[in-house]
């Protein structure tokens, strides 16, 4: 009989409890506690969750990451609560991200507020996309998706169907939501494929002028 270990129980214990040494009543789920360390002793979910999430990150990496979320303008103090960091190191952070173009400062009577860069993160979602493989598919299915709506509804665009006389239902305002997220995604993806594109023509005509350098031919 082999007795060699399986390779996916190579790092099991080395010694195994024998018949004595096992309980006589079999466990039950209150026997077991699946959180025991830092978090121990932490009841509510979101403290838990907001305790694990300071334990794997940085407070600079949550405050980008709340940041990437920010849409509409917070106060430093609103994000710092959420980041689970000082109020002052949010504040310093984010006018740091501010100076990368990464946040955008607006300042008011009432305060001071931040916001994630809308051209910024737009510019690195569509960068993102460029390095799909299938940009193509995913943009023949966005069209046919717009197709869809267009012969479904005998309209070209969903803001026609918005200002129309005609009553729309739930099911129908919820066609057009989706339908406009189609129209949005397809020119994302198009700027994409742009991009990739000129990324390709740059990179062939890179390659041919390192042969052309490299030639033996062309040495003088």
Same mark, same amino acid.
């Given at each position: ?76 103090? *609103? &994000? @710092? $609560? ?5 109020? /002052?190191? %949010?504040? =310093?952070? +984010? ?49 046919? *998706? &717009? @197709? $869809? ?5 005998? /309209?070209? %665009?969903? =803001?026609? +169907? ?49 042969? *052309?350098?490299? $030639? ?5």
């Amino acid at each position: 009989m082999d007795d060699s270990i399986p390779e996916d129980e190579s790092n099991g214990p080395d010694v195994y409890p024998t018949g004595n040494e096992l309980p006589d009543e079999e466990f039950s789920p209150d026997d077991i506690a699946p959180f025991v360390g830092k978090t121990s002793g932490i009841s509510d979910i979101n403290e838990l969750a907001t305790a694990e999430w300071k334990e794997s990150t940085t407070a600079d990496e949550r405050i980008r990451a709340v940041l990437k979320r920010t849409v509409s303008a917070k106060t430093a103090h *609103e &994000i @710092a $609560d959420t980041a689970a960091v000082s109020e /002052t190191k %949010a504040r =310093n952070a +984010l006018n740091s991200l501010a100076e990368e173009g990464l946040a955008c400062i607006e300042r008011t009577e009432s305060g001071t507020t931040y916001r994630r860069d809308p051209d910024r993160y737009l510019i690195e979602q569509i960068h993102r996309l460029s390095m799909a493989d299938d940009l193509v598919d995913r943009i023949q299915a966005a069209k046919g *998706e &717009i @197709a $869809d709506y267009r012969e479904r509804y005998d /309209t070209d %665009a969903p =803001n026609e +169907l918005l200002v129309s006389d005609r009553t729309l239902t739930a099911e129908e305002l919820t066609d057009i939501s989706h339908w406009r997220t189609a129209v949005r995604d397809l020119e994302y993806l198009r700027a994409a494929y742009r991009i990739q594109q000129a990324k390709r023509r740059t990179s062939t005509s890179s390659l041919e002028t390192l042969g *052309e350098n490299s $030639d033996p031919a062309s040495a003088g």
